[in-house]
């Protein structure tokens, strides 16, 4: 199947500081991608979808000005958690669909991020 | 609201048997229908797709489909422990839009 990756594969930060997470397809053009946090036994939570070249369509409750998200380019998107608080440690997920992945989205691996 | 609901779990199956998970959606537009598997702390990993009604067969994994019923299955024959995750049963319009997921069966397969 189409590879997507994602970097970092954890990452920790310190309260108040942006981390950016990025998520490439590698084989594929991705004209969608989407971005899912996970809590611990939780299911997966989509936060927003992102299409190449506009503005995300962000999921009822997730903060837009908190988690800013670019799709500039059909191969990499980016979530970046600004002002990140102990709250928002979770494990982020992305997922890209687009010409040549075979009509499937795929995941990337993961990113978990902790707050301290 | 669309909806896709699965059983928790955990379904427990010996090795070598038949594991049946089971989900059902409520958009009778969707169009696409997936089986991703998930290992604790790991990204989704797709299984299977199926977009029309019936089965669908690759290697040890069956995917059913049936519409009317709004009712998508996935069977796993010979289980192993290694088969042991959590399985999120996915539905969508077609296209790249965006998954619904179900809250994913927990399957436990004891050698």
């Known amino acids: 199947g189409a590879v997507v990756s994602q970097h970092p594969s954890w990452v920790i930060c310190k309260s108040g500081t942006s981390v950016k997470i990025e998520c490439r397809s590698l084989d594929f053009q991705a004209t969608t991608m989407f971005w899912y946090r996970q809590f611990p036994k939780q299911s997966l939570m989509l936060m927003a979808t992102?299409?190449?070249?506009?503005?995300?369509?962000?999921e009822q409750g997730v903060e837009k000005d908190k988690f800013l998200i670019n799709h500039a380019s059909l191969t990499l998107s980016t979530l970046t958690v600004t002002s990140a608080h102990p709250e928002d440690s979770s494990f982020y997920i992305c997922s890209a669909g687009g010409q040549n992945s075979g009509n499937t989205i795929y995941f990337g691996e993961g990113s978990w991020l902790t707050v301290v | 609201q669309k909806e896709v609901e699965q059983n928790s779990g955990p379904l427990s199956v010996p090795e070598g048997a038949i594991a049946s998970l089971n989900c059902t959606y409520s958009?009778?537009?969707?169009?696409?229908f997936f089986w991703y598997r998930q290992y604790s702390g790991k990204s989704p990993e797709l299984i299977m797709s199926?977009?029309?009604?019936g089965d669908q067969e690759d290697g040890r994994f069956t995917a059913q489909l049936n519409k009317a019923s709004q009712y998508v299955s996935l069977l796993i024959r010979d289980s192993q422990p290694s088969d042991s995750a959590t399985y999120l049963c996915a539905v969508g319009p077609g296209g790249f839009q965006k998954l619904v997921f179900g809250t994913g069966t927990r399957l436990l397969v004891s050698p």
């Open positions: 992102s299409n190449e070249g506009s503005k995300a369509t962000y």
């Open positions: 958009d009778r537009g969707s169009q696409s």
């Open positions: 199926i977009y029309s009604n």
